[in-house]
């Protein structure tokens, strides 16, 4: 029954598609194509986020969707006269937030999606810090691993995912150097940077008790 109407709204989507895209290659809408463009992608996206709202354990739908949307809204905003480099933001959020609802709807099987949320955040920060950019990307691409392994940690599988320390830990240094580089004012940071290592170092101490004494 799922599959079905998933098949019939599929279907009518792919129907209104071609109607659109024929009445944009007659030039129907005039100055109003940018627009509508935006508007028929917000309405797409919202189709698919739709479809996993009618059955959340298939999550692909919330990819797509979501892209869309922010698409859509990307194309409203910028035809709406708003300027800046940031704007490209809303799409890279987008698309991070739909990684997100896939890693929340089934944590134990997708927590791989944390990995591709966190770098689309990033870039977005990356858009919006300016120069400091560089060392913000850095920075969440740490943050990122690191609730990877926290995620592990709460489940328990500190074995399993204590690898995620080591990219978390060195992003984490060098994006810190960056910052205090780049940010007079914010020059102390340089000075915390050590707190990195300890983190690490307890992390894999915390490992290494963990493990069973026959593995050692």
Not at 79 to 96: K, N, R, S, T
Not at 140 to 154: N, P
Not at 186 to 191: I, K, L, N, P
Request: net charge neutral.
């Amino acid at each position: 029954m799922v599959n079905q109407r998933t098949n019939l709204i599929l279907g009518a989507l792919l129907l209104l598609g071609g109607f659109f895209l024929l009445l944009v290659n007659f030039d129907v809408f005039g100055d109003l194509s940018a627009t509508v463009w935006g508007f028929f992608f917000v309405i797409g996206g919202l189709v698919f986020i739709a479809l996993y709202l009618g059955n959340r354990q298939q999550w692909w739908p919330i990819i797509p969707g979501l892209t869309l949307v922010g698409v859509g809204l990307l194309i409203l905003l910028s035809g709406a006269g708003l300027e800046g480099e940031w704007l490209p933001a809303i799409l890279f959020l987008a698309i991070g937030a739909a990684f997100l609802v896939v890693y929340l709807s089934q944590p134990a099987s997708n927590w791989w999606a944390i990995i591709p949320g966190g770098v689309m955040g990033s870039l977005a920060l990356v858009l919006i810090a300016g120069d400091a950019g560089g060392a913000v990307m850095l920075l969440g691409l740490a943050a990122t691993f690191g609730l990877v392994y926290l995620q592990g940690m709460v489940r328990g599988l500190h074995q399993q995912f204590w690898w995620a320390l080591i990219p978390a830990g060195v992003l984490a240094i060098i994006g810190l150097f960056l910052l205090a580089g780049a940010v007079e004012q914010m020059a102390w940071v340089a000075r915390l940077w050590p707190l990195v290592l300890i983190l690490v170092g307890v992390g894999v101490l915390l490992r290494n008790s963990l493990t069973p004494s026959r593995e050692r």
